[in-house]
């Protein structure tokens, strides 16, 4: 039996109109000279400058004047070394300096793929048949610097529509102040082989319960009064470095999904968020919350992390960690397993594994062995596809394998419901494969998915294509399953 595999005719392309403005510095010695000229000009000069400018801008970004003002905030501390109280200053002129500090940023200038897709929190003044889904994607820009954007779909029975963006682009404001346990944080020192004794003067001071603000300036202090060692210094970066990974962010309540961008927050992820593979996850008490695993990229190093948010306006992050919370292809279960959280992952880079924890940020458990490449499609590497599926006969597990030439296929595990470490049975063919019109793009020969969508009996799966855009394939479940029946696990 030959899959009937729908391409839709949907397909999602990254729009370098979509930009927002971002905060953008030159260093301490140039800033210096550029306020310095905005610090001579004019009154009437500044004031002609800046209508101007928001003539230019104020049609591209949502209340851009406050967006100038708060950078001009970020560069008050270079007033000041010129004897200048900074909150004295005329708004035009503040808004003139904050303007020279500001940039826009074109979020999707080269690919916007990888995408996972959820069922939206507000399914309210629906028609019957109808269903609102948000579909998350990776968005690069100059640089190469990767964000996470959001589009709308309607499914209106069997058929799916993209709905329209939102004008404006938003970046997610960072609430100050988010609470870390002492006692969980030391625990995370010690799975990164930190030696307590580097730390501990400035970690004994600390409360019970604490945040990054808290832990700065006692960092800063003990930086100050003691001659480090360069093993020293290491270890209170990290210790900065790790405390600013737990963040708590939220977008206007008057910001549609498709405007929100979840921009790299920290230098520690300043190359990109990637590959955010969402999941609806289903509570003992009945209740649902939204999580996201994916990989924080600095350039040079990764670390997964997941993302929390209960309506897509509040989101929590915070870093995955554990003996076995490595590499990337990080996927969450949508409900407890055994009374335990269950993650898939790809620990040594080629075979996927499974593992539970009862912490859902720490991973220490030991990781079983799922599934080893096979087939000739799959025999460099295997990885998921997004977080398993939920359906009557199984856990359906869409993976992607990597073969010859570097080609991206996907193909399609179940596992057992009750003791999902069981393969029920697998694909013995891909089920996508790059078609000759999707081949070409930045990564060649590659179709790839972060997570698909059960509705009713038909599986959507949106995947990106050559690492540049994305499409939506559709399947019916039924005659999934039974082929992959066809081929009994081992």
């Known amino acids: ?37 905005v610090l001579d000009a004019p009154e009437s000069s500044v004031e002609h400058i800046v209508k101007d400018i928001l003539r230019d801008f104020s049609r591209r970004h949502r209340r851009i004047s406050n967006i100038f003002l708060k950078n001009y905030n970020r560069v008050k501390y ?40 959820v069922e939206a929190p507000d399914q309210s003044d629906l028609q019957e048949g109808q269903k609102r889904l948000i ?5 690069t820009g100059e640089g190469h610097i990767s964000s ?17 963006s939102g004008t404006f682009i938003d970046e997610a404001e960072v609430i100050k102040g988010a609470m870390l346990n002492k006692k969980e944080f030391e625990k995370i020192l010690g799975q990164m082989n930190i030696n307590k004794s580097l730390y501990e003067e400035v970690f004994n001071v600390l409360p019970d319960t604490f945040s990054y603000s808290d832990l700065k300036p006692l960092v800063n202090e003990y930086f100050e009064k003691n001659n480090l060692s360069l093993e020293e210094e290491k270890t209170l ?7 600013k990974s737990f963040v708590d962010i939220k977008f206007s309540l008057d910001t549609d999904i498709s405007e929100r961008v979840i921009f790299p927050l920290s230098k520690y992820e300043m190359k990109g968020i990637e590959d955010a593979r969402f999941v609806k996850f289903f509570n003992e008490d009945g209740s649902s919350t939204y999580y996201a695993t994916y990989t924080a990229y600095d350039g040079f190093s990764i670390m997964p992390k997941l993302l929390e948010t209960k309506d897509f306006y509040h989101f929590n992050i915070r870093p995955v960690h554990g003996k076995y919370a490595i590499d990337k292809n990080l996927a969450l279960f949508p409900e407890k397993i055994n ?21 859902i940020c720490c991973w220490d458990e030991e990781a079983i062995l799922l599934l080893r490449p096979e087939y000739y499609w799959e025999i460099v590497q295997i990885g998921n596809g997004g977080s398993p599926i939920k359906t009557p006969e199984g856990w359906l597990l869409i993976t992607h394998g990597v073969g010859p030439m570097r080609k991206y296929c996907l193909g399609a595990y179940l596992l ?10 697998r694909l013995e063919e891909p089920l996508l494969i790059p078609t000759e019109e999707e081949r070409e793009g930045y990564v060649p020969n590659v179709v790839y998915t972060c997570g698909s969508y059960l509705n009713d009996k038909t599986l959507i799966i949106p995947y990106a294509v050559s690492d540049y855009a994305s499409k939506i394939a559709t399947i019916p479940l039924d005659q999934l399953i039974t082929k992959i029946l066809e081929n009994p696990g081992k």
């Open 416 to 425: 057992d419901l009750k003791n999902p470490t069981k393969v029920l049975g």
């Open 339 to 359: 009374g335990k959280y269950a993650m898939i992952s790809r620990i040594d880079g080629v075979n996927t594994y499974i593992m539970f924890s009862d912490n």
């Open 135 to 139: 579909i998350s994607f990776r968005a």
């Open 78 to 117: 270079i007033i000041e070394q010129l004897d200048i109280d900074p909150d004295t200053l005329p708004e035009w002129r503040k808004l003139l300096i904050g303007a020279y500090f500001t940039m826009e940023y074109s979020i999707e200038s080269a690919a916007l793929f990888n995408p996972s897709i």
């Open 237 to 243: 970066n990290e210790l900065r470095w790790l405390a």
């Open 148 to 164: 996470l954007v959001f589009r709308r779909l309607l499914l209106d029975g069997d058929t799916i529509k993209l709905l329209p």
């Open 1 to 37: 039996m030959k899959l009937s595999i729908n391409r839709t005719p949907i397909i999602i392309t990254p729009d370098f109109k979509r930009v927002f403005a971002r905060y953008f510095f030159y260093g301490d010695e140039r800033a210096l000279g550029v306020i310095e000229k």
